[in-house]
């Protein structure tokens, strides 16, 4: 996946009470408070999505643990792959999404957690397929999770939509924001033709790739980074994008609708895992710890709108907050529905297949311009 920028969306929560709640030392499960690193382990320099880790997170970690973050950005998990499989050296955390952790860590690109210095795990909602890729967190952490689905100005696009089909209707010509991912766009023109978005299959690849080729009139951008900004600005009228970029624009314009396709929809998850030989695994393992800390997880969720997969979180604001838990819950880009996630489906290693994507993406990218 590329870069999920987001903007602060949810103006329920006061930055600085949040901090000072996190920085009264990290909360167990059991209501101990516990040390965060300890010696002189006071660096952590951390790989992640670019404009995806609050400020304000880093520098409550900071204040409370004397530790100091070095954040270095990526804006695709191909881009943070290649660099640590060419030896980069000097980063301990990463922020990879689902499938690129099972690939790392079998090829003995990440350490295994010592889940003992990360007791906030607990606080993960259990019913979340994190077992899909990495059965019992040996690998990873969660950090948010989220969905590709239709964003649409209903004020603009008055006929309903409902499949990802819809988008090639030749009204929409010139009208339609696409991300600017190779996975979530074949994957949906898989799912369009009734196929599985990692199928390795050649013919249904190709057959992808030509329904692609058809859709190249109606595109007017690609833009992993804020596609909700050409929705806002009525540069283009609908698109597939992130679920927190639809919650952005949502929250600006209330006309903008999210729309889970009848065909299925792609779901992703992000995590923090530790690169193997890192220097300073005692902080990444508190930085973990402290991420997963309700106050601090819904310090995340308050800048980049995505869903948040902190139960304990969820319930702090259910508990502190009646009217943001219902903005959360009452909209579809952050609380899916039962049919939606009944209907999902999480991207896998498509190994060898990989060089077949990258043609179609490679050809698609070409006939567009982009």
Not at 50 to 62: A, M, N
Not at 237 to 245: A, Q, T
Not at 271 to 281: P, T, Y
Not at 322 to 351: I, R
Request: glycine residues 8%; charged residues 20%; contains cysteine.
């Amino acid at each position: 996946m590329t870069n999920r920028k987001g903007t602060r969306w949810m103006g329920w929560l006061v930055l600085a009470g949040l901090l000072a709640a996190c920085a009264g030392g990290t909360t167990a499960p059991g209501g101990a408070a516990t040390s965060a690193a300890g010696g002189e382990d006071k660096v952590l320099n951390l790989f992640a999505w670019s404009e995806y880790v609050p400020q304000g997170l880093l520098d409550g970690f900071t204040a409370e643990t004397g530790i100091q973050v070095n954040y270095d950005a990526y804006s695709s998990n191909e881009e943070m792959y290649a660099k640590i499989k060419a030896g980069a050296s000097g980063y301990d955390l990463i922020q990879p999404s689902d499938y690129w952790v099972s690939l790392m860590a079998k090829e003995g690109l990440l350490e295994e957690l010592d889940l003992s210095k990360i007791p906030n795990i607990a606080n993960v909602d259990p019913s979340l397929p994190y077992d899909l890729y990495d059965p019992g967190h040996k690998y990873s952490v969660p950090y948010q999770w989220g969905s590709v689905a239709l964003a649409v100005n209903t004020e603009k696009v008055t006929t309903p939509i409902t499949s990802y089909s819809d988008l090639w209707n030749p009204d929409f010509a010139n009208r339609i924001v696409l991300l600017d991912d190779e996975r979530q766009i074949i994957g949906m023109a898989l799912l369009t033709l009734g196929y599985d978005p990692n199928t390795t299959d050649e013919a249904e690849l190709d057959a992808a790739r030509a329904k692609l080729l058809e859709l190249v009139p109606n595109i007017r951008l690609f833009d992993s980074d804020t596609p909700s900004t050409a929705l806002l600005s009525g540069e283009a009228d609908l698109g597939l994008i992130w679920n927190g970029e639809a919650s952005i624009a949502h929250a600006d314009n209330p006309a903008i609708d999210y729309v889970y396709p009848s065909e299925g929809t792609i779901f992703w998850y992000d995590n923090l895992s530790i690169i193997k030989g890192a220097e300073h695994v005692d902080a990444a393992l508190a930085f973990m710890d402290y991420v997963l800390r309700p106050e601090a997880s819904l310090l995340i969720t308050a800048e980049f709108p995505y869903s948040n997969p902190n139960k304990a979180a969820l319930d702090l604001m259910h508990d502190t907050d009646a009217e943001a838990y219902q903005a959360y819950m009452g909209f579809a880009a952050t609380n899916p529905s039962p049919e939606a996630l009944a209907n999902a489906f999480v991207l896998v290693d498509v190994g060898p297949a990989t060089e077949i994507y990258d043609r179609i993406w490679t050809e698609f990218k070409t006939a567009t311009g982009g």
